[in-house]
């Protein structure tokens, strides 16, 4: 017998607990051993460890100053890695009416927007609507996450400092948010499963959240109804679960289907953020290419 431990269950992708259709509890005692080293059972779909910033860094030994590549996509949530091998400035425009969530992975990078410049060091979100215009410029090499999606956003309900929802710097759903999760982490204690976790932003189909972390995640989480995406913000920190273990680097994501159980690891201190989708992600066809152009070369 292993080490026996918790299993959370979520039925939702907004991370709402409780019974899922089969009635099974939100809170198990499991097995690791069994229920995770040596298990049996099976899934629709498999976890996908993707490396979009060691791709493009490779890519970036060519002429080009500054690369940006999808990495997860469906109909409503696109999934980017944007990153830079010198100081350089960036025009961001989308005309598709799609909204952007600039997540600052390396470095410190200024964005310039219609409502005022935002300083970003590593963690911090900066939310900008559709049809604005903006700048993102940095004096030295610097790589952003960036999620976009169809429908506004909001501050999350979890997000530790409340305020925040009405803080000019901050700013609405009908404009910029500003969020530095560093800063909002002082607030909060550490939770059952250890770290600090909470939210960001979300609408109707994406939750973005992240994790404060310097130990093993102390319970295992199975999640319904969801796609869930782990990104390695900082840091290396390995992901166990019932399909096997998965060392994630900065810039590493992970995509976890539905209900596979697993639990972080590792004793450094990281960041990690994790998002939840209401509707599958994939891997799109551009990141396949340059994989496959890299084992090439």
Same mark, same amino acid.
């Given at each position: 017998?292993?080490?026996?431990?918790?299993?959370?269950?979520?039925?939702?992708?907004?991370?709402?607990?409780?019974?899922?259709?089969?009635?099974?509890?939100?809170?198990?005692?499991?097995?690791?051993?069994?229920?995770?080293?040596?298990?049996?059972?099976?899934?629709?779909?498999?976890?996908?460890?993707?490396?979009?910033?060691?791709?493009?860094?490779?890519?970036?030994?060519?002429?080009?100053?500054?690369?940006?590549?999808?990495?997860?996509?469906?109909?409503?949530?696109?999934?980017?890695?944007?990153?830079?091998?010198?100081?350089?400035?960036?025009?961001?425009?989308?005309?598709?009416?799609?909204?952007?969530?600039?997540?600052?992975?390396?470095? !410190? %990078?200024?964005?310039?927007?219609?409502? @005022?410049?935002?300083? =970003?060091? +590593?963690?911090? $979100?900066?939310?900008?609507?559709? #049809?604005?215009?903006?700048?993102?410029?940095?004096?030295?090499?610097?790589?952003?996450?960036?999620?976009?999606?169809?429908?506004?956003?909001?501050?999350?309900?979890?997000?530790?400092?409340?305020?925040?929802?009405?803080?000019?710097?901050?700013?609405?759903?009908?404009?910029?948010?500003?969020?530095?999760?560093?800063?909002?982490?002082?607030?909060?204690?550490?939770?059952?499963?250890?770290?600090?976790?909470?939210?960001?932003?979300?609408?109707?189909?994406?939750?973005?959240?992240?994790?404060?972390?310097?130990?093993?995640?102390?319970?295992?989480?199975?999640?319904?109804?969801?796609?869930?995406?782990?990104?390695?913000?900082?840091?290396?920190?390995?992901?166990?679960?019932? !399909? %096997?273990?998965?060392?994630?680097?900065? @810039?590493?994501?992970? =995509?976890? +289907?539905?209900? $596979?159980?697993?639990?972080?690891? #590792?004793?450094?201190?990281?960041?990690?953020?994790?998002?939840?989708?209401?509707?599958?992600?994939?891997?799109?066809?551009?990141?396949?290419?340059?994989?496959?152009?890299?084992?090439?070369?």
């Amino acid at each position: 017998m292993g080490t026996k431990m918790n299993e959370m269950v979520s039925r939702t992708f907004l991370g709402a607990r409780g019974h899922v259709n089969s009635g099974r509890p939100e809170m198990v005692e499991i097995d690791e051993e069994n229920d995770i080293l040596n298990s049996t059972e099976t899934f629709e779909r498999r976890a996908v460890h993707t490396k979009a910033l060691k791709l493009l860094k490779i890519d970036l030994a060519g002429d080009e100053e500054t690369r940006r590549m999808p990495v997860l996509v469906n109909d409503d949530v696109r999934i980017e890695m944007v990153t830079s091998r010198a100081p350089a400035e960036i025009t961001h425009q989308r005309t598709d009416g799609w909204h952007e969530v600039h997540i600052q992975v390396e470095a !410190q %990078g200024t964005s310039r927007t219609a409502e @005022g410049e935002f300083a =970003l060091q +590593p963690s911090d $979100l900066l939310v900008v609507p559709p #049809g604005m215009s903006h700048e993102s410029y940095a004096d030295t090499p610097v790589t952003r996450l960036v999620v976009s999606t169809r429908r506004p956003l909001r501050v999350a309900p979890g997000y530790p400092v409340q305020e925040a929802d009405t803080a000019p710097e901050n700013g609405s759903e009908d404009g910029v948010i500003f969020l530095r999760p560093s800063v909002a982490a002082d607030a909060i204690e550490e939770g059952i499963a250890g770290g600090k976790h909470f939210e960001l932003v979300v609408n109707d189909d994406i939750m973005i959240e992240t994790t404060f972390r310097a130990d093993d995640q102390r319970i295992y989480h199975r999640g319904y109804d969801q796609d869930e995406v782990h990104f390695q913000l900082s840091g290396r920190r390995a992901t166990r679960t019932s !399909q %096997g273990e998965f060392l994630l680097e900065t @810039g590493d994501a992970l =995509l976890i +289907p539905p209900g $596979l159980p697993h639990r972080n690891i #590792g004793g450094m201190p990281t960041i990690r953020i994790v998002l939840y989708t209401k509707h599958p992600l994939s891997v799109p066809s551009e990141y396949e290419t340059r994989l496959d152009q890299a084992w090439g070369a």
